[in-house]
């Protein structure tokens, strides 16, 4: 009858234990980044904003050229990180002349467009009358709600037609022409 009793209190407070420990240990968020694409569109509103003031024509959204600046976006949220990609062409049409990227990460479109602006490196690539094209990436941080950005820059060549109207790639040229602007990366707080 003892051991009876005793067995039942054992498995009672084991239970009790368990039950305890399940709760006390805090459940993590199962929600990764968010891709936020009203805030790739207020960025490509405020850049082109600030073109526009600075006499430059707007940027033109570029398809595959976003979804490489969501990729590398994405992957600097996931690791906590900011840099830029090894290769920032990527996603870039074959036609392209000159090529730039900035990230950033910080609060909000508005704080990280402002320090873009006051970077030189940063405003060298946004306002650059020689651009064409854009591609933006943003996700916002799961936990700290940090806002990471890529913006990927290009000059693009209008495709080449011949009389009758069909176009040909004139990226066929020497590469030698080519050029890279420096990247840069910005952070506020």
């Given at each position: 009858m003892c051991s009876n009793l005793l067995r039942k209190l054992?498995?009672?407070?084991?239970?009790?234990l368990v039950a305890t420990t399940l709760l006390a240990v805090p459940v993590a968020s199962?929600?990764?980044?968010?891709?936020?694409?009203?805030?790739?569109?207020?960025?490509?509103?405020?850049?082109?904003?600030?073109?526009?003031?600075?006499?430059?024509?707007?940027?033109?959204?570029?398809?595959?050229?976003?979804?490489?600046a969501d990729g590398w976006a994405l992957s600097m949220v996931n690791g906590s990180f900011l840099a830029h990609a090894d290769d920032f062409l990527t996603g870039t049409p074959s036609n392209w002349i000159k090529v730039g990227e900035n990230v950033g990460r910080g609060q909000?479109?508005?704080s990280l467009t402002s320090k873009f602006m006051?970077?030189?490196?940063?405003?060298?690539?946004?306002?650059?009358?020689?651009?064409?094209?854009?591609?933006?990436?943003?996700?916002?941080?799961?936990?700290?709600?940090?806002v990471y950005t890529t913006h990927r820059f290009a000059?693009?060549?209008?495709?080449?037609?011949?009389?009758?109207?069909?176009?040909?790639d004139p990226a066929s040229g020497s590469r030698s022409k080519r050029s890279t602007s420096p990247a840069s990366e910005s952070e506020s707080e």
């Open positions: 054992t498995i009672t407070v084991t239970l009790l199962a929600q990764g980044p968010t891709r936020d694409f009203n805030a790739e569109s207020d960025f490509l509103t405020s850049l082109n904003s600030q073109r526009v003031a600075g006499g430059l024509a707007p940027l033109a959204l570029q398809g595959s050229m976003t979804a490489a909000s479109v508005n006051t970077s030189p490196s940063h405003r060298a690539n946004i306002m650059d009358e020689s651009y064409t094209h854009i591609g933006i990436g943003v996700y916002i941080h799961p936990t700290d709600g940090r000059a693009l060549s209008a495709p080449a037609t011949d009389n009758a109207g069909n176009s040909s």
